[in-house]
Every structure is written in C-alpha cells, then in structure tokens.
C-alpha cells in the first residue's frame, strides 16, 4: 500500500496549527482506516522561520503522535521555498505527497479524491478552486489577472490552482532535477508532464490568525512568477523598438511631402524625426541583447531537457518503475 505524506508549510501559525494537526490527523486516521493509504504515512509540518511558537507546537506533536513530523528551516525563506525542502525531504520516504497550506483554506475532504485519483494512475493531482467566494473582490480580481497576464506571456498554468496538489514519487523525483533558484512551483510542475488530473473545491476562510501574503509579497510573487517563467517582456521591447522605427518613416514620409509642398518650418522635420527614428533603433537594439539575455537566463536555470516517463528496456521482462508496480 502506497505512503502519503501531507506537507504543510507553516510561518508563524500557533494560532492554527493545533486545529490544523487534529483535522489533519482525522483524515489521515480515516484513509488509514479504509486501507487507502499506508500506515508509514506522515503529516510533516515544514517550520519556515516562525517567530512565535510554532515549532515548539510542532515538537509537542512530534513527541504526542509519531505520525507528525517537523522540519525546521534555519530562517524564513518563504512559502515556496519551505515548501520544496518539505517535498523534497520526504521524497525518499514516500509514495505521493499532498502540498497543503497550514490555515486549512485548502479543503481537506479534497484529499480523498486526490489519493483515488492517484490510484487510477494520476502522477500530478491538482487541487483547483472552484469558488473563492471567501477572498475579498480585490485578491480575486487581481489574482484573476495574474493568472491571465501568466497565459499571456506563454507559461502554462493550471487556472485558479495554487499549491494544494498531489505529486507522485516519480514526479517529485523530476522535479529535483529543475535546479532553479527562483522558485515559481505551480508553473514548474506542469513542465513535468506525466498524467495529471484535477480536484475541484470551495476555498475556505483562513479560520485563525492573518495572511502571511500582504500586498507587498504578493506582488513580488507576482513578478517572480512571470520573471522566472517568460521571457516575453524581453521580446516586446523588439516590437516596441520596431513599431516606433516604423512610425518615425511614416512620419518622414510625411513631413517630406509637407517639405515639399512649402508648409513646414525650417529644422522641424529633422529634429522630430531624428527623436523617433534614433528613439525606435535603441529600443530595437535593446530587444536584440535582451534576446540573448533571455537565452542566457534559460541557460543558467539548468532545467531538464526531458523527463522518461517509461523505459521499455527488456522485452521479456520488463522492469516496471516504481510508480508502475503499484
Ligand atoms: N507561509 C510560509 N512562509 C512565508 C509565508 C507563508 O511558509 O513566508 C505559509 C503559511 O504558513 C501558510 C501558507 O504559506 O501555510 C500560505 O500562507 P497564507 O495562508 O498566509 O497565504 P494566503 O492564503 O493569504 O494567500
Ligand atoms: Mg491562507
């Protein structure tokens, strides 16, 4: 029987977490219980830097119950980042593991539906809002348009998918290999491939304690997600560049007949012209280097050129990998 492992990150979250631990636990106990799930499952608390109590509340349920357990990161690093030590540390030990955040605004009931998915051969289960009806008209508007902007400019994203996802072993193993620093995860995983399937689920109210996003880390979220994704904001410098070059000939063009046909002041035409036509090859210039620094970028993130999903080595016996066993 296959092993979940539940990966809660959590910054300074006493408020929730005894809440969180005894829910969590529930659910567990319950898949546990339906023979789902393996009894060498674990909930693993990731301690990302709290200031408060936290991680003593988190050794007290190591000690209560060895069903918790606890990671403790030397400072803050944030969400994403607290969340890849937590995936990637118990990638050896698991089968699959579900991502969830610590104020159980990801319903939990979904995880049920993920673990079946999982068995009918799901590698990536993503946990999808359907309704976010308990965030304010401001954060839904603007994640809206985040995620808009993302499709955009070219990176696959799951709409209205945040981390509350299912990974298989195999996956979290591919993911290993994406040896990036800047961290974007909801817009790495679908570079995996494999079969993925989704879960739907109402958003609820974070029940205790604040939002560890305000504004300020949510647009800097923001921008490390297009950032570290695309590298089209590059590219419309070019065809700003190029529209302006344009229009300073059209401008040329005209002013010329204008020359001609005696309705110009003396100097004028030079002057305006020679603004934009010198203002739209800079810019072009820029797009040109910014081409090449667009494929330095990609270059320096070392990210897999593929990901074998299946390796038909022996014909007669075929040697499944790990996830095919199952
Ligand atoms: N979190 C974290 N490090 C941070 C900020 C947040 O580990 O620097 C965790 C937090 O404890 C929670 C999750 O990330 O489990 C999501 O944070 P929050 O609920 O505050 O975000 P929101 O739901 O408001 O977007
Ligand atoms: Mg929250």
């Known amino acids: 029987m296959d092993a979940l492992y539940l990966v809660v ?9 005894p809440e969180t631990a005894r829910v969590l636990k529930e659910k567990m106990r319950a898949l546990m219980e339906s023979g789902r799930i393996s009894r060498k499952s674990r909930i693993v608390f990731v301690n990302d830097g709290s200031k408060d109590r936290t991680w003593e509340l988190i050794v007290q349920l190591h000690r209560s119950d060895p069903l918790f357990q606890g990671i403790r990161l030397s400072r803050n690093k ?43 051969g799901c590698d990536i289960v993503y946990g999808v809002r359907s309704a976010r009806q308990t965030d304010t008209a401001f954060k839904r508007k603007t994640a809206e348009t985040f995620y808009k902007l993302l ?10 998918h945040a981390d509350y996802r299912l990974m298989s072993r195999r996956a979290l193993d591919a993911l290993e290999g994406f040896s990036e620093v800047n961290l974007f995860l909801r817009g790495l995983v679908p570079m995996l491939g494999y079969k993925t399937g989704t879960v739907y ?21 923001a921008l490390e997600g297009i950032t570290s994704l695309s590298v089209k904001p590059l ?19 005209y002013f010329l007949i204008r020359h ?28 040109v280097i910014g081409e090449y620094i667009g494929k330095i970028y990609l270059e320096t993130k070392h990210r897999p050129k593929f990901i074998i999903e299946t390796y038909l080595e022996d014909e007669i016996n075929p040697r499944p990998s790990s996830r095919e066993m199952n």
Not at 93 to 105: E, G, H, N, P, W
Not at 151 to 160: P, Q, S
Request: one cysteine or more.
């Open 9 to 17: 990150p959590c910054y300074n979250e006493e408020a929730v977490l």
């Open 78 to 120: 944030g969400h994403q980042n607290a969340l890849l030590a937590g995936l990637m540390t118990v990638r050896e030990s698991c089968d699959m593991a579900i991502s969830l955040d610590a104020d159980l605004q990801d319903d939990v009931d979904a995880i049920d539906e993920m673990v079946e998915k999982y068995r009918e």
């Open 151 to 160: 499709r955009f400019l070219g990176a696959d994203i799951v709409y209205n």
């Open 201 to 221: 689920y109402a958003r609820k109210e974070r029940f205790a304690g604040e939002s560890k996003y305000p504004l300020k880390k949510m647009i800097s979220f």
């Open 235 to 253: 590219r419309m410098i070019t065809s700003l560049g190029a529209m302006i070059f344009l229009v300073s000939i059209l401008m040329l063009a």
């Open 260 to 287: 001609f046909t005696g309705h110009t002041i003396t100097g004028w035409t030079s002057t305006v012209v020679s603004i934009w036509a010198i203002g739209g090859l800079q810019l072009l210039s820029m797009g």
